[in-house]
């Protein structure tokens, strides 16, 4: 497995209990949970806040999503807008499935005996 870098700290994550993945703008970016809370708290415009993409509200809002995308492609609700919101909804859910397929599949689920994080 090769190592996943903190993009706030630069720190290596050591598993994925103390993973999260964010997104902003079209890019995903992997943090530890505390550099992440950290980030959070300095974020005061709403354009420069980091969307956590794996967790419990990135899975609830990935299965709104796909539910979403699935209704307005294969119903014809609002005709060609309803396709286009369908496709705009798979975003959230494009972006869930290559956190867990290049960031979160490579890192262990869980380390035993593991050092504090470092704040230094």
Request: charged share 20%; aromatic share 10%.
């Amino acid at each position: 497995m090769t190592a996943i870098y903190c993009h706030y700290c630069s720190r290596e994550i050591r598993d994925q209990d103390e993973l999260v993945t964010a997104s902003k703008w079209f890019r995903l970016k992997a943090f530890h949970y505390q550099c992440y809370q950290d980030l959070e708290q300095e974020a005061v415009l709403v354009s420069n806040v980091w969307v956590p993409v794996n967790g419990m509200s990135g899975n609830i809002s990935s299965g709104l999503m796909l539910l979403l995308s699935i209704w307005m492609l294969t119903a014809n609700t609002w005709g060609f807008i309803g396709d286009a919101i369908g496709v705009i909804a798979l975003y959230q859910v494009i972006l869930r499935i290559l956190s867990l397929l290049i960031i979160e599949n490579r890192l262990p689920k869980y380390v035993e005996n593991k050092k504090p994080l470092d704040r230094g």
